[in-house]
C-alpha cells in the first residue's frame, strides 16, 4: 500500500519526548527508489531543516497525521547540521549515520534502508538507469551520492510515452512499511480531457533525463489512458485491490509477492 508524498508533508515527527516538526519533503535513490531521508522542518531549532532515515521510524499513524521516530530531541539538536537545499555530501551522510547509529545504505547497496531489500540483491538497476551499481559507489564514494533526489526537484517533470507526451509528474505515491516511491501521480490535463490523473509506476521507466527534467516510459498513451481509475482526492492509502488492477494492465509483477 502506499500513502500520497503530498499528504504525507505536514505529517508530525514524533520524537520519544516531543516533535521534532513536520514533514517538508524527501530524498530518494533514483536507481532503487528506496526513500533515504525525510527532510524535517524544525520549529523548536530556529526553523533548522534535518534528516531522519527511515531506520528510525517505528510507526506511522495515517489518522494521526504522525510519523513516530526512535530518538530524541537532544540527539536531533545534537546531529551535525546538513544544508537540504543542495546536494548531500558523503561527508555529511557518514557523520550523519555515525551521529545516529544508522546502517550505512551505500555500504549495502542496493538494499533498502529499512534492512529488507528494496530490490532484489544484485547488480541489477531498474529501467531506464544503465549505470552499473559497482561504479555508482566507487563514485559516491568521493563525492555525494549521485543518485540521491529530491522529490521537490522530480515534481513537474515530463513523462513521455512511446507515442507522444502525457503529463508530468504532481505527485508521488509512498510506500509508508517499506519506504519506496511506488508510482508517480501524473497530471495528464494537457492530454486527457478533464485533466484526469494516473499512476505510473517507475518499474514502467525506460530512460530519465535529469538535466531536461523528463523521463520516458515504455507505455503508449492508449495504455495510459484506459489505466484503472485513481480518485486522486480520495484520503488515505492506496489500496492493494487498486494495486492489483494497476499491475495487471500495465503487466508488472506484483512486488508485494
Do not use: C
Request: charged share 25%; glycine share 8%.
Amino acid at each position: 500500500m502506499a500513502l500520497k508524498l503530498s499528504e504525507l508533508k505536514g505529517y508530525d515527527i514524533a520524537a520519544t519526548d516531543g516533535s521534532l516538526g513536520k514533514v517538508s519533503n524527501l530524498f530518494f535513490d533514483d536507481h532503487t527508489w528506496s526513500v533515504r531521508y525525510l527532510v524535517v522542518d524544525t520549529g523548536w531549532l530556529f526553523g533548522r531543516k534535518v534528516l531522519i532515515s527511515p531506520q528510525s521510524i517505528a510507526g506511522v499513524n495515517i489518522g494521526g497525521a504522525s510519523v513516530a521516530v526512535e530518538m530524541t530531541r537532544q540527539q536531533v539538536e545534537d546531529a551535525p547540521g546538513v544544508e537540504t537545499d543542495r546536494p548531500v555530501s558523503r561527508q555529511e551522510e557518514v557523520a550523519l549515520h555515525g551521529h545516529y547509529g544508522w546502517q550505512p545504505y551505500w555500504e549495502v547497496y542496493p538494499a533498502g534502508v529499512m534492512g529488507a531489500p528494496a530490490v532484489p540483491l544484485s547488480e541489477d538497476v531498474l529501467p531506464g538507469h544503465d549505470a552499473p551499481p559497482s561504479r555508482v559507489r566507487e563514485e559516491a564514494e568521493g563525492r555525494g551520492d549521485p543518485n540521491l533526489r529530491s522529490a521537490d526537484e522530480v515534481e513537474g517533470y515530463d513523462i513521455q510515452a512511446t507515442d507522444g507526451e502525457i503529463g508530468h509528474v504532481e505527485d508521488f505515491m509512498v510506500d509508508e512499511i517499506a519506504w519506496v516511491i511506488r508510482y508517480f501521480v501524473v497530471d495528464t490535463r494537457n492530454w486527457l480531457p478533464g485533466g484526469r490523473k494516473v499512476l505510473i509506476s517507475p518499474a514502467s521507466a525506460s530512460d530519465i533525463t535529469w538535466a531536461d527534467r523528463s523521463a520516458s516510459v515504455t507505455l503508449t498513451r492508449e495504455q495510459v489512458k484506459n489505466s484503472p481509475a485513481y480518485d486522486p482526492d480520495r484520503s488515505g492509502l492506496l489500496t492493494r485491490d487498486v494495486e492489483a488492477a494497476l499491475h495487471d494492465h500495465y503487466a508488472l509483477k506484483y512486488y508485494w509477492m
